[in-house]
């Protein structure tokens, strides 16, 4: 990298906080899907639309952001396998939806992986966090008169 030191702590501080918001985006999205899904359950709307659309938004712009920011951000190990498990498991979500019609046992399977998906969303966002608090304490930038 062609950056100075103090240049490049601050682009991967960077796509680190863009990381973060990605994943919190996507955790937003998890949530949501059961409201969604209960709209139509409960008569609100006549149609799941709402829940496929939010779905299929996830796995198709979530997982490749999520994959790019964590790239871009260079998380370290632990996160960035969260990272990657919670895009392979977007994408079992969306294999198991697909499952209904050709195997209704493992399409069962849907709702109990959203709390999966949860979990892993919420263990990445609180890494992400605690990452950002002590890359803050470890790259603070001495003062000119200290170099």
């Known amino acids: 990298m062609l950056?100075?030191?103090e240049e490049g702590v601050l682009m991967t501080r960077g796509f680190r906080i863009a990381h973060l918001v990605v994943v919190s985006v996507v955790l937003a999205g998890i949530i949501a899907q059961p409201f969604?899904?209960?709209l139509f359950?409960?008569?609100a709307v006549h149609n799941a639309d709402l829940h496929?659309?939010?779905?299929y938004t996830l796995f198709e712009f979530g997982a490749p952001l999520l994959l790019i920011a964590?790239?871009?951000a260079r998380l370290p190990r632990r996160e960035m396998l969260l990272t990657l498990l919670l895009i392979v498991d977007i994408f079992v979500q969306i294999v198991l939806v697909n499952l209904?019609?050709?195997a209704p046992v493992l399409?069962?399977?849907h709702?109990?992986?959203a709390f999966a998906l949860l979990l892993v969303a919420v263990m990445l966002v609180r890494a992400d966090r605690a990452l950002l608090r002590r890359g803050d304490a470890e790259t603070v930038p001495a003062p000119a008169s200290e170099i």
């Open 3 to 5: 950056l100075g030191t």
């Open 36 to 38: 969604l899904i209960g």
């Open 41 to 43: 359950l409960f008569g």
């Open 52 to 55: 496929t659309i939010v779905g």
């Open 70 to 72: 964590a790239l871009l």
């Open 100 to 102: 209904r019609d050709s």
């Open 107 to 109: 399409a069962a399977l």
């Open 111 to 113: 709702p109990l992986n």
